[in-house]
């Protein structure tokens, strides 16, 4: 429901009307969002994945995205999940197994919580400098700097009421290449931090309102994506992969 701990394979967010070019032909992808006519959060979302290892501390999942309408190749991807002292490390590996080349993008649709009983009581930071606002199907229709702005989030503050479903770019990045984004509660408990690597180059944050109950504002979407919405058809940040060619992504979950 909502995409909760999806991967999203090969492209993360929407498709505007579900098409787009690939070298010059129009593609048709199927509308798996009736009420925007869009296609969204690409095509493993509901694949069967196979444990390919498992040890104590981690385990890696695969799936073949085969050719299909608006899409001419095969995906082999991996996602490792791995648990060592510093939190959780996901790492997703896709290689075009096909033989033509194909725009790529990922991203991970997890949804954070801090403890508190709906996200209203989250304290959240994110390094977001750029922001999108939208139209009424959640296609991009330009992204602005946040400062002076609500959307601004740098300095830790409360969500409140605030119904949030905003893509970030220009993410800020600490010393060691990773942007982060914190959670916690008013409190000033312990934290939940989501990390991004340097090929998550945008971050979707989803306060849940649109989600039936039980799970209305029950837990804070935050989505790292190496392009931001409706990117095949902007071209914003996609990765043209060709045959043979391979992309790696790794976010990652700290409880401190």
Not at 201 to 214: K, N, R
Request: one cysteine or more.
């Amino acid at each position: 429901m909502g995409g909760r701990g999806q991967t999203l394979v090969p492209w993360p967010n929407r498709v505007a009307g579900a098409t787009y070019d690939l070298d010059g032909e129009p593609q048709q992808l199927d509308v798996t969002e009736p009420s925007t006519g869009c296609a969204i959060h690409g095509l493993a979302r509901w694949t069967v994945w196979d444990v390919e290892e498992r040890s104590d501390a981690a385990v890696t999942l695969r799936t073949l995205v085969v050719p299909q309408p608006g899409w001419p190749t095969a995906l082999d991807v991996r996602v490792r999940y791995l648990l060592d002292d510093d939190g959780l490390q996901v790492t997703t590996t896709a290689r075009n197994v096909g033989d033509r080349a194909c725009p790529y993008g990922t991203g991970h649709h997890p949804y954070l919580s801090a403890g508190t009983e709906t996200v209203d009581d989250v304290v959240l930071r994110l390094p977001g400098t750029r922001w999108y606002a939208v139209d009424e199907r959640g296609i991009p229709t330009g992204g602005s700097s946040v400062d002076g702005t609500g959307r601004d989030r740098r300095t830790p503050r409360p969500v409140g009421d605030e119904v949030i479903d905003t893509a970030y770019g220009d993410l800020e990045r600490d010393a060691d290449g990773r942007w982060r984004v914190r959670l916690t509660d008013a409190a000033g408990g312990s934290p939940v931090t989501l990390w991004g690597d340097a090929a998550y180059g945008w971050l979707q944050v989803f306060s849940g309102d649109t989600l039936p109950e039980p799970l209305r504002r029950k837990g804070l979407a935050v989505e790292p994506m190496t392009c931001p919405p409706n990117a095949f058809v902007t071209g914003e940040g996609v990765v043209r992969l060709e045959p043979g060619d391979e992309h790696t992504a790794t976010w990652g979950l700290s409880p401190s």
